[in-house]
């Protein structure tokens, strides 16, 4: 089973970057397509962006054009580069392995993005 310990959160000003990590145990990570997730204060958690293990993403329009999914299968991690991040970005986010559009792994901890002036 794959075990995900996300980092790399913080506080961030409107504008500003971050670049968040997801790092996998076990041997099946780059057998699955991984995904960010976040979920705000009192809204369900909602997909952010998928990558396959070719390299194909795939990423929610609310973010599209400012976040960059992309993996180390070396590695087993997996990045999203946050960019131009706006106040409405606040959230926790979380990686996961992802089948059929739906996340199949336990949840980490998650890290906390918080963007304010």
Known sequence: QVQLVESGGGLVQPGGSLRLSCAASGSIFSRNVMGWYRQAPGKQRELVATISTRGSTNYADSVKGRFTISRDNAKNTVYLQMNSLIF?????????????????????????VTVSS
């Open 88 to 112: 409405e970005d606040t959230a926790v986010y979380y990686c996961n392995t992802v089948f059929a559009g739906a996340p199949i792994g336990p949840w980490g901890q998650g890290t906390q």
